[in-house]
């Protein structure tokens, strides 16, 4: 069974800092997905990464893909307060495999 | 973009009563439909998958007899949760997919067993 790692679990950051949550994965898959979740609500889509070496950036956040270290990155620039939310990783298997999800607290 | 809906938002019952909870894709034919759990501050958890006109594949650990999921058609699969216990307290997400890669998610049903 493909196993998804996130870290950290929880992350508390001030406002205007800069930082990364890593998604580690244990078996190949060239299908990585990032969602946020706020408190109540469903999964909205951030990214779909497809490709080893995959790129995207929408406003602040910015993700990456490494198939070949089964890890890709979150990076969050300049954190604002509204980026409080979880976000979790998954990766596609011959099903979805969520991450464990990173609490991310943006502190004024 | 494709939209999945799901139905009730919300939902109170009493122990030991069914509900039954609707996922529909409103602008797309699902070839696959997936249903989820999620407990507070916890990841997604599949429960099982569907897939049109055919029986729902349970994971592991999931009581079938207990959550029974029909697909009817390629816009709308259900989860009847059966004599229905505090335990079975929980946000209910379900996904859609077509062809190509992306999975669309509904927006959950909270389930308050009492």
């Known amino acids: 069974e493909l196993k998804v790692e996130q870290n950290p679990l929880f992350l508390s950051m001030q406002e205007g800092k800069n930082y990364t949550i890593y998604c580690n994965y244990s078996t190949t898959s060239d299908r990585l997905y990032w969602y946020r979740q706020d408190p109540g609500k469903s999964l909205e889509s951030l990214f779909v990464?497809?490709?080893?070496?995959a790129v995207k950036q929408e406003g602040r956040l910015m993700a990456s893909l490494d198939t070949k270290a089964r890890l890709s990155t979150l990076h969050i620039t300049a954190a604002v307060h509204d980026l409080s939310a979880t976000y979790f990783c998954?990766?596609?298997?011959?099903?979805?495999?969520f991450g464990t999800g990173t609490s991310l607290t943006v502190i004024p | 973009g494709a939209v999945v809906s799901q139905h009730p938002s919300r939902v109170i019952c009493k122990s030991g009563t069914s509900v039954k909870i609707e996922c529909r894709s409103l602008d797309f034919q699902a070839t696959t439909m997936f249903w989820y759990r999620q407990f507070p501050k916890k990841s997604l958890m599949l429960m099982a998958t569907?897939?049109?006109?055919?029986?729902?594949?349970?994971e592991q650990g999931v009581e079938k007899d207990k959550f029974l999921i029909n697909h009817a058609s390629l816009t709308l699969s259900t989860l009847t949760v059966t004599s229905a216990h505090p335990e079975d307290s929980s946000f209910y997400i379900c996904?859609?997919?077509?062809?190509?890669?992306?999975?669309?998610f509904g927006p959950g049903t909270r389930l308050t067993v009492t």
């Open positions: 990464l497809l490709s080893n070496g």
């Open positions: 996904s859609a997919t077509t062809v190509g890669y992306e999975q669309y």
């Open positions: 998954a990766v596609a298997g011959n099903q979805f495999y």
């Open positions: 569907s897939n049109e006109g055919s029986k729902a594949t349970y």
